[in-house]
């Protein structure tokens, strides 16, 4: 079953890219910076080469193969054994796929992911913090979940109850900044930025208080409302500003490149805490657990790191990735 998860999973990545809705887009994407909501505008209705729109299909098919291999090693290597063939096969699979990624995307008329935007400074480095802080989320979120069956014998019911307050502070911080006056809200990269590191503190509260205590109250509550705060500060800005500086044609395919990022962490982190909690996932000892949390302190550390360029951002800036000439058919005045 665990095998069969790791290879389906990447699917849905996949598919983000063709455009279709994802189902695991955060509350805290609600309220975005106000430089990001577009005016509405009358525009004329441009109809596009169908054929032109659909995305490289050995490319698709080469990054389900990628991730599935990855997510597979991951997961099974503390059954098959971290240095048996299965699992170096596992990392050669990867590295061939994506190597034969980079060469077909040179190659291709309508690329799953238009690498040039990583010209962009801004949108690579928010692209980077959003693939470690889904896999942060990832691991957070399956990781207590696990921890308080398992360790605490707890029902389903109840260990979903005790992991509500945390999304619920993500919205209300989320919300709360939004609100803020002009002259008191704080650039988006500074909250984005302060978030993170909010986030990595609550995490390693919550570890030091789950090895200290034994009861919800003392040991879960007070690091994962902290770490709902950080996550409502940060999501939506570094979500917004993703795609501030790429040109206008190119902001859509921005944003689904920033969503795949969003799907890759997830998939990444629930495979690697699979890989370090073991034997843990079934028998609830607490040493992986704790480890499984430092190591999510220093994934919210190294985004921290990574996103720290964001702290100079005050606008968008003008687009740094010069826009493609569409292929048009015709256009029609509305």
């Not at 050995?58 to 054994?81: F, H, M, N, T, Y």
């Not at 969503?259 to 699979?274: D, F, K, P, T």
Request: with cysteine.
């Amino acid at each position: 079953m665990e095998a069969i998860l790791a290879a389906v999973a990447p699917v849905g990545l996949c598919l983000h890219g063709f455009g279709l809705p994802s189902p695991s887009r955060h509350l805290s994407d609600w309220k975005q910076p106000e430089f990001v909501r577009p005016a509405a505008r009358k525009a004329p209705v441009v109809k596009q080469d169908k054929a032109a729109r659909i995305p490289d299909p050995l490319e698709s098919l080469l990054v389900i193969v990628a991730v599935a291999a990855v997510s597979l090693g991951l997961v099974k290597g503390p059954d098959w054994g971290w240095g048996t063939v299965k699992v170096t096969a596992c990392w050669i699979v990867t590295a061939a796929a994506v190597a034969a990624f980079a060469l077909v995307n040179r190659r291709a008329k309508t690329p799953v992911v238009n690498l040039s935007l990583f010209r962009s400074r801004l949108f690579a480095v928010t692209n980077a913090a959003m693939v470690l802080s889904s896999a942060a989320i990832a691991m957070q979120l399956l990781g207590l979940s696990l921890y308080l069956q398992q360790a605490w014998h707890w029902s389903p019911l109840a260990a979903g109850a005790a992991i509500a307050p945390g999304p619920a502070f993500v919205l209300v911080a989320s919300q709360a900044a939004g609100l803020l006056p002009a002259r008191l809200r704080p650039r988006p990269g500074v909250l984005a930025v302060t978030g993170f590191a909010v986030q990595a503190a609550g995490q390693a509260l919550l570890v030091v208080s789950m090895h200290t205590w034994h009861s919800y109250p003392g040991a879960i509550l007070p690091g994962w409302i902290t770490i709902g705060i950080g996550l409502g500060w940060a999501m939506p800005n570094i979500t917004a500003l993703a795609t501030g500086d790429l040109p206008k044609t190119e902001s859509a395919a921005g944003s689904a490149v920033v969503q795949m990022g969003r799907q890759l962490g997830s998939v990444l982190g629930n495979a690697a805490l699979v890989a370090i909690l073991g034997t843990a996932v079934a028998t609830g000892a607490q040493g992986p657990y704790l480890n499984a949390g430092w190591v999510t302190v220093a994934l919210y550390a190294g985004r921290a790191l990574i996103a720290l360029p964001l702290l100079s951002q005050r606008q968008p800036a003008q687009p740094s990735v010069p826009a493609p000439a569409p292929k048009l058919a015709q256009t029609e005045p509305t």
